[in-house]
């Protein structure tokens, strides 16, 4: 009995000991693998990609930047974030950029038909959009849309070089309220205040603005994106989603730009980022910001 006894302690302690050398070798084996990645990462050249941004991106691009830089640590990522009116031009007159994500197609297809500025085979339809109107919780305002933006003391709107301002003035032509023009965006803030009859109306240089003009309390109600009310839902009431039927699509496009200073690893690095905002992990984090991934 006590042979046998014996026996089973000595097998027992074979089995424990084999365990343990098996350990220490995945052990080994994990480090060497953790020791590969991180020398991989040292010897990544580090890179700075120059990316501009329609202003009603800033939130859901920083996080779409730091999962990004997870994989990809030796890339610092600048964001320039404005109207892609503004952006565009920057872009014309030379300011060095990399990446180019537009609120509309209206000023990637400048950039890339009349400038000839976007790599070839970059181009990407990324999002989907929605205008909507929107007031402080405690307006007390009797505007319920843009039917009713008469009704409104002032009104937060941007100017017509800024998508979120020439989507609003396309939905007020097309319900009739404004007079149909070629382009709608030459629509001046002028005539809009005239045929609300004469409300006060200020005019925004991006989205961003106009969004801050109506949560701040300076103006009674605006119209910007649904993805800007992320993160407002506790200050602000969305009045009316917008159809698309009135605005059209509000597709956000994003492409590679030509960049005569940028070095090798820069072109790389940004043909990889532009591969990671339009992939399935990123889709998610635009869905948490409110954007419609659904897009061809």
């Known amino acids: 009995m006590k042979k046998r006894v014996l026996a089973t302690l000595l097998a027992m302690s074979m089995v424990l000991g084999l365990a343990a050398c098996g350990s220490k070798s995945d052990s080994k084996d994990d480090k060497k693998e953790e020791t590969k990645t991180e020398a991989k990462a040292d010897d990544a050249e580090d890179v700075e990609l120059q990316v501009f941004i329609a202003a009603s991106l800033s939130k859901v691009m920083d996080e779409v930047a730091t999962e990004y830089q997870k994989d990809h640590p030796n890339v610092k990522i600048t964001f320039n974030a404005d109207s892609s009116g503004t952006l565009l031009t920057q872009i014309e007159e030379g300011y060095a950029c990399d990446v180019f994500f537009s609120a509309?197609?209206?000023?990637?297809?400048?950039?890339?038909?009349?400038?000839?500025?976007?790599v070839d085979g970059t181009r990407k339809n990324v999002v989907n959009n929605q205008v909507v109107v929107v007031t402080r919780k405690d307006s007390g305002t009797k505007v319920t849309g843009l039917e009713t933006l008469k009704d409104a003391s002032s009104i937060a709107l941007a100017g017509g070089s800024v998508p979120v301002g020439k989507y609003t003035r396309q939905a007020l032509v097309n319900l009739g309220i404004l007079d149909k023009v070629d382009d709608v965006s030459t629509i001046p803030t002028e005539t809009i205040s005239e045929k609300l009859g004469g409300v006060e109306i200020s005019e925004q240089d991006n989205v961003s603005k106009v969004l801050a003009a109506v949560v701040e309390g300076s103006c009674e109600v605006g119209t910007t994106y649904y993805s800007d009310t992320y993160g407002y839902e506790d200050e602000l009431n969305i009045l009316q989603t917008v159809s698309y039927d009135l605005t059209g699509n509000v597709i956000y496009p994003i492409a590679q730009v030509k960049n005569d200073e940028a070095s090798d690893a820069e072109v790389s690095e940004a043909k990889?980022?532009?591969?990671?905002?339009?992939?399935?992990?990123?889709?998610?984090?635009?869905?948490k910001y409110y954007f419609d991934t659904d897009v061809e």
């Open 272 to 287: 990889d980022f532009i591969d990671f905002v339009t992939s399935d992990k990123a889709k998610t984090i635009f869905q």
């Open 104 to 118: 509309a197609q209206k000023q990637m297809d400048q950039l890339e038909k009349t400038n000839g500025l976007v």
